[in-house]
């Protein structure tokens, strides 16, 4: 009996030695929890007291505990810290809406668009909105380029100019001609000066606050951030136009000289129309004269106009002209409305010879070199492009730089980065209806109307084809241009299958501007070219673009009376029956 109570005793021991332990090694666990682990562990342990309790609920008070027998009294088993394996606990809340999540690699945000919603740790912060920094970086700048804290400019005087006069001539009368004109002198051009800077510096802090807290669209590659200073350099190149429209032609071409200082005055434009034979007769010799007869006569006397086709193809603009059509393609990213484009952009080139000598062209420079040649290989290598990028980005799966191994694998990983997140066909449907018809018939009126007005706004502002304000309009809208074209194929499409949001209910932000600014922009080609065009309308044309409207009209009317005719004819046949 002594031996029992000794074991039961030794029993207890062991159990409370146990139950220790194993408190002890929770306790640690439950130490090195994080604040949301060890509130979860909490729970969990309140939950299992729980449970036990109601178990001797069950058993009912009046059974009288049994003592067991000495073999049952063994050490109970160290209670485990609770498994969380197969179960997916909601992710731990942070700051800058960011949630942590069971893979330490990865970072859930609160951002709609599906590209951003999962981010990789170590590339996290580029995506998280760093407001203040970008808000201090922008005056930081403003103190530095405004002279706030520089010491260098403190003996130049801070008053005007008539009061610097008066100082100068009442200090110094033995010489008052030569001090009343050197603050006139002086005093404009750092007014001048201070006039700039505070306009950069006020397109800066814009510029800024697009950043930071610009609209969003369906373009997160390489960074959102890039889209939302685009949208900010497209308003301010909005605001310049419009400036612009509301000055007379003098003035315009004087504010361009301080964006550019070589626009000093006319230019004179090319004709590609000078020369238009292909075939030109070979004067030769007296003495190879006589000799030549029958089919040998006529290959020797009639040779290539090897000079006018060397001027043409070793044209400066050659590359730039197939580039641009590449970048047509990566836009619009249809054959059927890049040829539309690319036929209309020459009858539009026939219109208006007449008025830019430019547009003068020979037959078969306009469709042979440039549609044939230039255009169609632009277009194929566009669309070659989109169609890979479409075949590659439809099942890839995006993985963070933390997930790669290698110095290589990390490398290519960050250059896909530059490239687009996805690159889909456009299925514009022209011909399902008349309305969807013209609204892809106004994709191409947009661009037809963005390249004739770089030759009106050329040849108006006195602004020379290879200068830089050219490149720069160019890079402009393509960067446009991108957005734009899909924001409108989203809205006639009705819906927004990036953000995944239903129903546009508005244009987006950048449609909207690519219609400003063009609409802009036809203004300033319309007001600064009074009077530069006086070469009346040819009667051929204006013969030929009546009755090609009329036709259209017609079409467009009859395919739309078919529609609503055969609509009524199903809306009558079950009634019928």
């Known amino acids: 009996m002594v031996q029992t109570r000794r074991q039961a005793a030794s029993?207890?021991?062991?159990?409370?030695?146990?139950?220790?332990?194993?408190?002890?090694?929770?306790?640690?666990?439950?130490?090195?929890?994080?604040?949301?682990?060890h509130h979860h562990h909490e729970q969990n342990q309140v939950h299992e007291e729980q449970q036990v309790l109601d178990q001797h609920q069950d058993a009912g008070p009046s059974s009288p505990p049994s003592s067991p027998p000495h073999h049952n009294l063994e050490p109970k088993p160290k209670p485990q810290p609770p498994q969380h394996q197969g179960k997916q606990h909601a992710p731990l809340s942070t700051a800058r809406g960011l949630h942590l999540t069971p893979n330490k690699?990865?970072?859930?945000?609160?951002?709609?668009?599906?590209?951003?919603?999962t981010l990789d740790r170590s590339t996290a912060w580029m995506y998280t909105p760093h407001t203040l920094t970008v808000l201090s970086c922008v005056l930081a700048i403003i103190c530095v380029t405004a002279g706030v804290f520089d010491t260098s400019g403190l003996g130049i005087p801070v008053l005007s100019a008539w009061d610097v006069q008066r100082q100068q001539q009442g200090q110094e009368r033995a010489q008052p001609q030569q001090r009343e004109q050197a603050p006139s002198l002086e005093v404009p051009a750092r007014?001048?000066?201070?006039?700039?800077?505070?306009v950069m510096a006020g397109i800066l802090v814009f510029l800024g606050y697009s950043v930071t807290h610009g609209p969003r669209t369906s373009m997160v590659r390489p960074h959102p951030a890039l889209w939302r200073l685009v949208h900010g350099v497209l308003v301010v190149y909005l605001l310049l136009l419009v400036y612009l429209v509301h000055q007379d032609v003098g003035d315009a071409r004087a504010f361009l000289r301080h964006l550019h200082p070589d626009l000093s005055g006319a230019v004179s434009y090319r004709s590609y129309a000078t020369d238009c034979r292909l075939f030109t007769l070979r004067a030769l010799p007296t003495h190879e004269a006589g000799s030549?007869?029958?089919?040998?006569?006529?290959?020797?006397r009639w040779a290539l106009n090897w000079a006018a086709l060397k001027a043409t193809l070793l044209d400066e603009f050659v590359v730039a002209h197939l580039l641009g059509w590449w970048a047509k393609a990566l836009v619009i990213r249809n054959h059927f409305l890049?040829?539309?484009?690319?036929?209309?952009?020459?009858?539009?080139?026939?219109?208006?010879?007449?008025?830019?000598?430019?547009?003068?062209?020979?037959?078969?420079?306009?469709?042979?070199?440039?549609?044939?040649?230039?255009?169609?290989?632009?277009?194929w290598l566009g669309m070659k492009c989109v169609r890979w990028a479409e075949c590659k980005y439809a099942r890839y799966n995006w993985q963070g730089l933390s997930s790669l191994q290698g110095l290589r694998a990390k490398a290519r990983r960050s250059l896909a980065q530059l490239g687009p997140h996805s690159l889909d066909h456009f299925d514009w449907c022209q011909f399902s209806c008349p309305k969807r018809f013209l609204q892809a018939l106004f994709v191409v009126a947009m661009v037809l109307a963005f390249e004739l007005n770089a030759f009106f706004l050329k040849f108006a502002l006195w602004i020379p084809p290879a200068n830089p304000?050219?490149?720069?309009?160019?890079?402009?809208?393509?960067?446009?241009?991108?957005?734009?074209?899909?924001?409108?194929?989203?809205?006639?499409?009705?819906?927004?299958?990036?953000?995944?949001?239903?129903?546009?209910?508005?244009?987006?932000?950048?449609?909207?501007?690519?219609?400003?600014?063009t609409c802009v922009e036809t203004m300033c080609a319309i007001k600064f070219g009074r009077g530069l065009y006086p070469n009346p309308w040819p009667r051929s044309v204006v013969l030929a673009w009546s009755i090609g409207l009329g036709v259209g009209v017609l079409v467009l009317v009859g395919w739309q009376g078919l529609r609503l005719h055969k609509a009524w004819g199903r809306a009558r046949r079950p009634n019928a029956d």
């Open 292 to 300: 030549e007869a029958g089919a040998s006569w006529l290959w020797r």
């Open 105 to 117: 690699r990865h970072i859930q945000t609160s951002a709609e668009h599906p590209a951003l919603k």
């Open 338 to 379: 890049l040829w539309v484009v690319s036929i209309g952009f020459e009858l539009i080139e026939l219109t208006f010879a007449h008025m830019l000598p430019n547009f003068n062209e020979c037959w078969w420079d306009s469709w042979v070199l440039d549609v044939a040649l230039c255009n169609a290989a632009g277009i």
């Open 11 to 37: 029993g207890s021991e062991h159990t409370a030695a146990g139950v220790n332990a194993a408190n002890g090694g929770a306790m640690q666990h439950h130490e090195a929890l994080s604040p949301q682990q």
């Open 469 to 517: 304000l050219n490149t720069a309009r160019l890079i402009i809208w393509f960067l446009l241009a991108l957005p734009a074209v899909r924001e409108w194929y989203e809205f006639i499409e009705g819906k927004h299958s990036a953000l995944e949001l239903g129903v546009f209910p508005k244009l987006g932000s950048f449609i909207w501007i690519a219609i400003a600014t």
């Open 191 to 198: 007014a001048q000066a201070n006039a700039k800077a505070g």
